[in-house]
């Protein structure tokens, strides 16, 4: 980032209230990073300001996602891939997305945690976020996290998931290479959700070997592999059995993730892959923007409150109201209008 985008003035004169934490998270001090991953989180009016300048610095981190049902040893997993991540040299960034508690919206697992052996690293970085509501298993600020990690010079961003689920399956779009955690008792699952399964998995792995049935799932996931592989990736998707508690397997599977990251570098498709996650996340910025113009209205605007007022009615009709909402060209203006209107003020912590 050039000098001069980094300490652009406000009108008034005076740096943006964010402009010192961009600095500082820059040149790799932690703290500005955690302050800011939390402004994101917290969807701070300035967070549009801090992604485009931080855009040009990111896309040279690899990311791994790690999904599966809860119970399936994850963490664990997670826990033992950053070790090896580490014994190379390499900076890993963790983004553990959880269950979200009902009443303060924080993530409640704790993988601050289950992972502390590598809390003193300093070149280990885990980050709990909430799914605060989000589907696919997500949280909203988990791409907008994960490009923080990348322009900070996280080597590796491992992204955990809450589970898997049908409506749980983004994390392809977003991870690199995703890793599909099962267990024996899972084979509901694996039955219930063997189309979304062969959709997302580059790599599957039946943790908790010593568990009766671990073989059996190993096998009838090596044979719904072959009857799905179409062989247009050139990748064919290798089944692990594992007992990540116990450091069993491991070494196999990061060997297998090492062999997809060398893969993408030379898959012909992979520009066409990124281009569809670009236009994606065009898209969600474009939506979640437009959305908060919308709700600054409901609170600013006396003639939206109208609509709201008349949408409560019995007899109402949103389609008509909305119809007739975007043809309110006084409303339309306001949405789009171009003039600046971020904080310029302090920063959330």
């Not at 090596?222 to 069993?248: C, H, I, T, Y």
């Not at 397997?249 to 892959?273: C, M, P, T």
């Amino acid at each position: 980032m050039r000098h001069a985008d980094k300490n652009r003035l406000t009108k008034g004169g005076e740096k943006p209230g964010y402009a010192d934490l961009l600095d500082r998270m820059l040149t790799g001090e932690k703290l500005a990073l955690a302050k800011l991953v939390t402004a994101v989180e917290n969807d701070a009016p300035y967070v549009p300001e801090i992604m485009e300048k931080i855009y040009p610095k990111t896309g040279r981190c690899i990311s791994f996602g790690v999904t599966g049902p809860p119970g399936a040893g994850k963490s664990t997993l997670v826990d033992k891939l950053i070790a090896r991540i580490r014994a190379e040299g390499r900076n890993v960034g963790v983004i553990a997305v959880d269950p979200s508690s009902p009443f303060s919206g924080g993530a409640v697992l704790g993988d601050r945690i289950r992972m502390q052996r590598h809390a003193l690293d300093e070149g280990v970085f885990i980050r709990s976020l909430g799914t605060r509501g989000t589907g696919g298993g997500l949280s909203r600020a988990t791409g907008e996290v994960l490009r923080l990690f990348d322009a900070f010079g996280m080597d590796v961003v491992i992204i955990e998931t809450v589970g898997v689920g049908q409506t749980e399956l983004d994390i392809v779009d977003i991870a690199d290479t995703t890793l599909v955690v099962l267990v024996p008792e899972s084979g509901d699952t694996v039955q219930t959700m063997k189309a979304g399964l062969m959709e997302i998995a580059d790599i599957f792995i039946v943790n908790k070997a010593d568990r009766e049935g671990a073989e059996k799932m190993v096998s009838d996931l090596k044979g719904m592999v072959e009857l799905n592989d179409s062989g247009q990736s050139g990748w064919k998707v290798p089944v692990f059995l594992s007992q990540a508690n116990q450091d069993r397997g491991v070494d196999e599977i990061y060997d297998a993730l090492k062999a997809h990251e060398a893969h993408l570098s030379v898959h012909s498709n992979e520009g066409e892959r990124k281009a569809k996650i670009r236009r994606r996340h065009f898209m969600e910025i474009l939506g979640h923007q437009f959305v908060k113009k919308v709700e600054m209205l409901a609170k600013d605007d006396e003639r939206f409150r109208g609509y709201l007022q008349e949408v409560q009615q019995e007899d109402a009709n949103p389609y008509r109201l909305v119809k007739s909402f975007f043809q309110d060209e006084a409303l339309s203006r306001k949405i789009f209008h171009s003039a600046e209107t971020r904080s310029s003020g302090g920063h959330e912590t």
